[in-house]
T-cell receptor, first 111, second 113 residues
């Protein structure tokens, strides 16, 4: 029973172009969403977050969009850089501060 | 360095053995967690623990048990290891009300042979 889904296991983008990573969730009670970035042999690290009362949050090259009616969020990276190549996990906060994670999308930025 | 550190980073062991993975955080966080990342890359919570409450994912076999000697440590003990236990195990910590979610350790790759 996976409440957070990332349906694209991988994505390749040319350097300088936009990367769009998508995430869908099923539980309308989730109140907070995060994106994590993970390099090989390291733990996930926090990238950007958004509260359920907002529809957009921007931090430099990274923007997260939330569409509550569609239960969908996306992460936009523009312009994409080779150092952005990593696995990106979306996560949603539910009851008791517990986060539910998607299965990740592996982003490759081609120089 | 402020961090969540877990040891060992790699663990290879035989079926039937008992093993432990240690986790320490020096961030002053009030809650610690264990996550399992299986072969399908799915990050699934196993336990969450603060000084008041242990929450166990009911799908976790009782061969797995968390031990917390103090707020800064949450170790994972696994008895009678099975082949299906092979995975990467991540420790994490968080502070209630934080906007940054969890801080993860770098993971322990467990291989049961």
């Amino acid at each position: 029973d996976q409440q957070v889904k990332q349906n694209s296991p991988s994505l390749s983008v040319q350097e300088g172009r936009i990367s769009i990573l998508n995430c869908d969730y099923t539980n309308s009670m989730f109140d907070y969403f995060l994106w994590y970035k993970k390099y090989p042999a390291e733990g996930p690290t926090f990238l950007i977050s958004i509260s359920s009362i907002k529809d957009k949050n921007e931090d430099g090259r990274f923007t997260v969009f939330l569409n509550k009616s569609a239960k969908h969020l996306s992460l936009h990276i523009v312009p994409s850089q080779p150092g952005d190549s990593a696995v990106y996990f979306c996560a949603a906060r539910g009851f008791s501060n517990q986060f539910y994670f998607g299965t990740g999308t592996s982003l490759t930025v081609i120089p | 360095d402020t961090a969540v550190s877990q040891t060992p980073k790699y663990l290879v062991t035989q079926m039937g053995n008992d093993k432990s993975i240690k986790c320490e955080q020096n961030l002053g966080h009030d809650t610690m967690y264990w996550y399992k990342q299986d072969s399908k890359k799915f990050l699934k919570i196993m336990f969450s623990y603060n000084n008041k409450e242990l929450i166990i994912n009911e799908t976790v076999p009782n061969r797995f048990s968390p031990k917390s000697p103090d707020k800064a440590h949450l170790n994972l003990h696994i008895n009678s290891l099975e082949l299906g236990d092979s995975a990467v195990y991540f420790c994490a910590s968080s502070q209630a009300g934080s906007d940054y979610g969890y801080t993860f350790g770098s993971g322990t790759r467990l291989t049961v042979v």
